[in-house]
C-alpha cells in the first residue's frame, strides 16, 4: 500500500476579497494502476475524475492557485511533464486535430513528429492503427469541423487515440473517451482498449461517468470517487458484491454503474 506521504491531492484557491477561500478537489486519494489491465474511474460530475488524471498526467503543476501535496510514481519513481512523454499519452475529451488535414495525413504527420524510422516502417504502423481502430472507410476524407463537412464524431475519437498511440506509449491515460457516442461505437473503443492492454502489455486508464453493462464488464479495475473521496478501488468484477456486503445490494439485471450512481449521489 502507498505510504502516507504518496497520497496526492489537489487543491484549488479562489482569490479574491473577503479572504482566500479553500477548495479542495481530490482528498487523499491514493492507488494503484496496474500493468497490463484497464483501469475504469468513475464518479458523478465533480467528483474529481479529470483532476486526478490531470495530475496522473503531470497537466497541473503548484502554483499561485493551484497546490498539490504527495506524489505520483511510476514503477517506485518520481516522474515529471519533462519525462512524461518518455512512457505516456493521453488522450483529451475534446478532440484537437486539424480540420483540414485527412485522417491519413494526420497520422502521417504524427508518425514523423514522434518517430525514427523509415518510411515504409511508418505506413506499415499507420496501417495497422487503421485496421485496429476500424478507420479505413474514413482514412481519406477530412477531419472536419464547424465550417468543413468531415468525419463523424466516432472516427474523430478514434483518430485521436490513433494519433496518441502512433507513438506506441506503454501507458495511456484517457479522459472520457465514450463521451457523446453511440453505445456500439463506445463499446468498440472500450474493447479496443482491452484488447491493447493485453496484446500490447500496456497500462490504460480511463475517466468514464456511466458505462453500459457490456462496457463495464470490459473493465479489470475501477476507481470510484465520490466528492474528492476514493470509496472503491479493486477488479471491477468485485465492486457489486463489496457493496451488497455493506447493505447496498444491485438489484437484479439492474446496470451496476447506474446503481452505484445511485447510491453515490445520496
Known sequence: MPSEDEKFYHKIFCCGKPPPVTKEILKGVSGIIEHGKVTAIMG????????LLNILSCRVDNGKNIQLGGGVF???????FSNFGDFANYVMQNDILMQTLT?????????????????????AHINKLVSDLKLEKCIDVLIGGTDIK????????RTSIAFELISDP????LDEPTSGLDSLT???IVWYMKKLSRSGNKTIAMTIHQPSSEIFELFDNLFLLVA???????????????????????????????YFMSIMHH
Open 103 to 123: 485522417v491519413r495525413e494526420t497520422l502521417e504527420f504524427a508518425a514523423n513528429l514522434k518517430l525514427n524510422r523509415t518510411k515504409e516502417e511508418k505506413d
Open 74 to 80: 511510476v514503477n517506485g519513481a518520481p516522474y515529471t
Open 186 to 188: 463506445a463499446y468498440v
Open 228 to 258: 474528492g473521496r476514493m470509496i472503491y478501488q479493486g477488479p471491477a468484477k468485485d465492486s457489486t458484491p463489496y457493496f451488497a456486503q455493506m447493505g447496498f445490494n444491485c438489484p437484479e439485471f439492474n446496470n451496476p454503474p447506474d
Open 44 to 51: 458523478a460530475s465533480g467528483a474529481g475524475k479529470t483532476s
Open 150 to 157: 468531415g468525419i463523424s464524431g466516432g472516427e474523430k475519437k
Open 170 to 173: 506503454q501507458v495511456l491515460f
